[in-house]
């Protein structure tokens, strides 16, 4: 079974473009994450759905940052208009939950904002 | 608020000795522990885990460790090899929240051969 796909690996952008990022969770999980890895903070969560519907955003940082998820293989996390401070990698990890509930990462989308 | 926190950015071993890695968290609600391992330009990749009932886990080479009355738990990695050094992450969950995990830093090991 394939993994949690993302796309595009590397982004490089001009600040106060529009940028999305896009994710394929696991077939059959329930839950998917987004995640954006930082030096000072590490893995911070930005928000995580179930079942397509949003229950925690509170890690999003601003208004520029929205997430969906119109089916349950599909999310996308836009940033409109990027700033060179959102440069980082952005993970995309999914999870059903059962075992010890651990979560399966993408590869991830490194974000280069100039 | 960091409720995870791992205080040492990096590590470093020789080839064959303990490696130990450590986190701390503040909420008692935390039920479940995991380690996560991550390589360059990859995801990272579940390793260990540990509920809160217990005290220790073992698998292979790694052992974790939690004190919950210290609300600290470890990572041993025995013995290193130089295919461990990576970047270890500490996750922990509450268990009504829907297996949101809440991450540490990060802690950066170096094995050296």
């Known amino acids: 079974d394939a993994g949690v796909i993302q796309s595009p690996r590397h982004e490089v952008t001009e600040m106060g473009q529009e940028v999305t990022l896009r994710c394929k969770p696991i077939?059959?999980?329930?839950?998917l994450f987004w995640y954006r890895q930082t030096m000072m903070r590490g893995l911070e969560l930005l928000i995580y759905f179930n079942n397509n519907v949003p229950i925690d955003d509170s890690g999003m940082p601003e208004d520029r940052f929205s997430a969906k998820m119109p089916n349950a293989s599909f999310s996308t996390l836009k940033i409109q208009p990027s700033e060179p401070r959102d440069s980082a990698v952005y993970f995309c990890a999914s999870t059903n939950l059962r075992g010890n509930g651990e979560l399966f990462f993408g590869e991830g989308s490194r974000l280069t904002v100039l | 608020d960091q409720q995870v926190k791992q205080n040492s950015p990096s590590l470093s071993v020789q080839e064959g000795r303990i490696s130990i890695l450590n986190c701390d968290y503040t909420n008692s609600m935390f039920d479940y522990f995991l380690w996560y391992k991550k390589y360059p330009a990859e995801g990272p990749t579940f390793l260990i885990s540990i509920s809160s009932i217990k005290d220790k886990n073992e698998d292979g080479r790694f052992t974790v460790f939690l004190n919950k009355s210290a609300k600290h738990l470890s990572l041993h990695i025995v013995p290193s090899q130089p295919g461990d050094s990576a970047v270890y992450f500490c996750a922990a969950r509450t268990y009504n929240q829907g297996g949101k995990l809440i991450f540490g830093q990060g802690t950066e090991l170096s094995v050296k051969p």
């Open positions: 077939s059959g999980h329930d839950y």
